[in-house]
């Protein structure tokens, strides 16, 4: 398969940041400038009533490393709870990631290549798939703070940086800043920062909270012609190796 180093950096970030999509919900509306338990709480209400979740993305992630931008893309995202989610990448070339709960398919339509494999496998730790399955709460996983950039904004936004509390999930997701907007209390922005000094950057628009979601785009249907490839851990119930499917290209 053409797994190029921008693809995986860009499947990377998708399975990081599955725990930052599930916040970027609305808050409840406030009269005053929030605490931080507050907007922490507000947070943590909003995650518990979303049943269905889409947005627009637009993506970049920057290397520190070698200071300079290794992608850039935008598309569209769709959750369902428990642990469904589907990505998908418009620009600057259509680009799958789809999850049923139980299978995760990496889908590149230009080479007509499939990687499929089972979610426990596919993401890097624990902390992703409890918030994708709706089990976590946001103050028993992270440690959140207000950035210090927030004590000098004038424009009534709520900038939080969350650092993961368990050392395993600090090495592999490093830090994540969320942009809360003060007036729609939408979160804008999320940006992760990696232990490498890596950082995925995303923009949100045109949120919905608990939007209508056919439950078939969840369920990735092979196309004919398409190679589906099975990593030697997820091959023991599927069969390893290549093979050709057949079904129907996810809408």
């Not at 080479?111 to 709706?134: C, H, R, T, W, Y």
């Not at 999930?169 to 992760?192: P, Y």
């Not at 949100?204 to 939007?211: G, V």
């Amino acid at each position: 398969m053409r797994f190029t180093t921008i693809n995986r950096y860009r499947s990377q970030a998708v399975k990081l940041l599955l725990s930052a999509v599930l916040l970027l919900g609305p808050l409840f509306s406030a009269r005053a400038e929030l605490t931080l338990d507050q907007v922490v709480s507000k947070l943590e209400a909003n995650f518990a009533g979303i049943k269905t979740y889409s947005a627009k993305f637009e993506q970049e992630v920057k290397s520190t490393q070698f200071g300079k931008n290794l992608t850039t893309g935008s598309g569209e995202l769709f959750y369902e709870k428990p642990g469904k989610m589907v990505w998908h990448y418009q620009a600057p070339e259509e680009h799958w990631y789809i999850t049923n709960g139980q299978f995760f398919w990496d889908y590149l339509p230009s080479v007509k290549q499939v990687l499929e494999m089972k979610l426990d496998q596919a993401l890097s730790s624990n902390l992703p798939k409890a918030f994708l399955f709706g089990m976590a709460k946001l103050s028993d996983q992270f440690t959140v703070a207000f950035d210090p950039a927030q004590k000098d904004a004038k424009d009534g936004n709520y900038r939080l940086v969350l650092t993961p509390k368990q050392d395993e999930d600090k090495i592999m997701l490093g830090t994540m800043s969320l942009l809360v907007d003060g007036k729609t209390f939408l979160v804008k922005e999320a940006k992760l920062r990696d232990s490498l000094g890596n950082e995925n950057f995303l923009r949100f628009t045109d949120t919905k909270m608990n939007p209508k979601i056919d439950a078939k785009m969840f369920d990735f249907k092979i196309p004919a012609g398409v190679e589906k490839i099975v990593p030697p851990a997820s091959a023991e119930s599927k069969g390893a190796g290549v093979n050709k499917g057949q079904g129907v290209k996810p809408k």
